[in-house]
């Protein structure tokens, strides 16, 4: 019996539920705005910057790649990556057994064509002696006309063969020189100081300088580096020679580097149809935490407010009506309306308050599912954006 009643009771119980559902949805949807929590910033005084921001690499300004200018077994490598190099160092050697082996042949045919000389020269002498004498007898119809040709021709011959001689003389020098130069390029020295980056040839490697020099190490000044910013198409004609740039690191995000713009080269590169241009940033890297290859963060400075009251991007909103009229909204009594402020620049985090606000005010911050409330409702509206009640 008592089963049978309580199903007879169901329905009722059901209508009354459905009742009290009803009531709630019509008190708290009808008469309150959801309760949407809201946070306080203070206003505070700060730096604003308009920027543009590329990534780039960084790398040393100056550097030369040093190579080989022989070919032949590299004999010897004295450095390594990181080591720190004086300009005139010895870096490298060629096995110079080749190149010396020239050196004395180039020598020996240089000493034997003086000695050729000096023998020629005594000839030369004694022709013009012989040649002297004869003119004087034949003064005299001493001698027959034909010995008297005879040395004339004689000395011509002395002559042509000195000049021969000298002739080789130079070219064997020519060579000698050559030779030597090329045996002192066996040694192999750093041209600049600074450090080296790079090693990409083996002790014991044969190197082939015919036709290319083959590079063996690169020495770079690490003391100013230069960072090689990718700017989009879209942004370059905003950059300008001089401007002010500062940049981070993936290992130190909060550490500024500052710079100046270099250059701007004019010729693009197309990544995945994406044109860039690259800009050259120049900075002092004394403490050496700068290394080659990094990657930057680049920010180039277009305009920039210091000392300036500022408040949260978030906490400034322009309705669609307001005709370019910025509000904050602050803390007070419900239903408080918007309060107008003058706003000049603003930055990815933060909006500068030229006018409407002062140090240390307060202002409150939207949350995410409210923020677009704000902005389309307009100045018109109170707290509902923040919890208040509907009027």
Request: neutral net charge; glycine residues 8%.
């Amino acid at each position: 019996m008592a089963a049978s009643g309580l199903r007879r009771n169901i329905p009722i119980i059901l209508i009354v539920i459905a009742l009290l559902a009803g009531l709630a949805w019509w008190k708290f949807s009808g008469t309150e705005e959801p309760v949407a929590q809201a946070s306080i910033a203070k206003v505070t005084r700060g730096t604003i910057e308009n920027t543009v921001s590329a990534l780039g690499k960084i790398g040393p300004k100056t550097y030369v790649d040093v190579g080989a200018q022989l070919s032949g077994q590299l004999e010897a490598l004295n450095v390594e990556v990181g080591d720190r190099v004086e300009q005139g160092a010895l870096l490298a050697q060629i096995d110079p057994r080749i190149y010396e082996s020239r050196v004395e042949g180039d020598r020996a045919r240089v000493d034997s064509l003086s000695a050729q000389l000096a023998e020629r020269n005594a000839n030369l002498e004694l022709a013009k002696a012989t040649h002297t004498r004869n003119q004087a007898l034949a003064e005299r119809n001493l001698i027959a006309k034909d010995l008297l040709d005879t040395s004339a021709a004689q000395l011509k011959q002395a002559q042509a063969q000195i000049g021969s001689l000298r002739a080789q003389l130079k070219e064997a020098q020519s060579t000698l020189d050559g030779d030597t130069a090329n045996l002192s390029y066996a040694r192999i020295y750093a041209p600049m100081a600074g450090t080296v980056v790079s090693v990409t040839a083996l002790k014991g490697q044969t190197l082939n300088a015919n036709q290319t020099a083959p590079t063996i190490l690169r020495i770079a000044n690490l003391d100013t580096m230069t960072v090689t910013a990718q700017v989009a198409e879209a942004d370059i004609g905003r950059i300008r020679d001089d401007m002010a740039v500062y940049f981070t690191t993936l290992g130190q995000p909060d550490r500024r580097w500052q710079g100046t713009v270099r250059q701007i080269q004019p010729t693009p590169d197309i990544v995945n149809e994406v044109v860039l241009y690259k800009v050259l940033i120049d900075v002092d890297n004394n403490d050496g935490v700068l290394l080659p290859d990094m990657t930057a963060q680049v920010f180039f400075v277009l305009s920039q407010a210091q000392d300036v009251l500022t408040v949260p991007a978030a906490a400034v909103f322009s309705p669609a009506n307001a005709k370019g009229q910025s509000f904050v909204r602050v803390p007070g009594a419900e239903g408080t309306p918007p309060k107008p402020v003058q706003v000049g620049l603003r930055d990815r985090d933060s909006v500068e308050i030229v006018s409407g606000l002062a140090e240390g005010d307060s202002v409150l911050l939207p949350t995410a599912a409210n923020a677009d409330a704000s902005a389309s409702a307009g100045p018109r509206r109170p707290m509902g954006m923040f919890g208040g009640r509907r009027r």
